[in-house]
């Protein structure tokens, strides 16, 4: 694997903090280099692996009866997704179960084509499935850029459970950033231990976000606020081991596999303590942003 040094980790980062704004403009070169620049995939925990870029998370979850994938990123970044499969010596084609964390082009744009080469049942939040089958089109603030729209087989509530052999994920609507953005929970055994995976959709309050109407113009979706005020109390009471997200940049990727390669062995992604303080620090980049916008009114 590349090492990374401290100046990339933070130009990734910084880049990482405005990836929404950028993700959804129509022209693709003012996409941060780290969301496409593939790394060397890896083993987290139990059947759970990482076979994304950079920043733009995927997540394999292996099972003997076929593959779990959560997340198709960009149309050009399906290749870097297969390869990644292809390197961990299992098959693309065993994918049988296709999700995402939100309706972004950034997380669910390579879906047509991932469903096209493997026949993955496609499985996604209420709230998101119209965005997802129109292409972005009905997206409430990236209507305009679209991408290829994909017909969901399942369509999942709050709650719901994804099961595939002997494993099960929790479905937890996580709104706000869309309105059916989830978060993913698992469990795997490492080392004899039973640990806690919550995969964070999003937590973020992109810039163009109306969190309060403002003289004619309304809120981006009405109760928009009080969908994050929602998402901010599930997401504090989900109880967590391994921490990650539908970003690298989320939960320090690029920093924890520095760490782990300075000291192999350790358990990295064992990280409850960086999960409750990420929670708390968005949650209070939401308020401050929500008394902003409504002192602004």
């Known amino acids: 694997m590349k090492k990374v040094d401290l100046m990339t980790w933070v130009a990734i980062a910084l880049l990482s903090c405005f990836s929404q704004a950028f993700a959804q403009t129509s022209d ?6 780290a969301w496409f620049t593939p790394i060397t995939p890896f083993h987290i925990a139990g059947n759970l692996y990482y076979v994304g870029s950079q920043d733009l998370a995927s997540y394999l979850i292996v099972t003997p009866k076929g593959n ?37 082009r950034d997380h669910d744009a390579g879906s047509a084509q991932i469903i096209k080469d493997t026949g993955a049942r496609y499985m996604v939040m209420d709230g998101d499935v119209s965005v997802v089958e129109s292409g972005g089109k009905t997206d409430f603030n990236y209507g305009k850029t679209t991408y290829p729209a994909a017909k969901v087989d399942r369509v999942l509530h709050d709650g ?10 929790v479905a937890h609507k996580t709104p706000g950033h869309t309105r059916g953005c989830t978060t993913w929970t698992m469990k795997v055994r ?13 937590w973020n309050v992109n810039p163009g976000f109306r969190l309060a109407a403002k003289g ?27 921490f990650l997200g539908a970003h690298g940049q989320y939960f320090g990727m690029l920093e924890k596999l520095e760490q782990l390669k300075a000291a192999p062995g350790t358990d990295v992604w064992i990280d409850p303590q960086g999960y409750q303080k990420a929670v708390a620090e968005k949650e209070q980049a939401f308020q401050d942003e929500l008394k902003k916008q409504q002192g602004a009114t």
Do not use: W
């Open 68 to 104: 779990i994938l959560i997340n198709s990123s960009f149309e050009r970044s399906v290749p870097l997704i297969k390869n990644a499969i292809e390197q961990l010596g299992f098959k693309y084609a065993d994918t049988k179960v296709l999700l995402i964390s939100h309706a972004h």
């Open 28 to 33: 693709s070169s003012a996409d941060p280099p």
């Open 216 to 242: 004619a113009q309304p809120e981006s979706y009405p109760g928009i606020a009080a969908d994050y005020a929602h998402t901010f109390m599930v997401l504090k009471s989900l109880p967590c081991d391994i």
């Open 160 to 169: 719901d459970i994804v099961r595939l052999a002997g494993t099960v994920l």
């Open 190 to 202: 490492e080392g004899g231990r039973s640990l806690n995976v919550v995969i964070v959709g999003s």
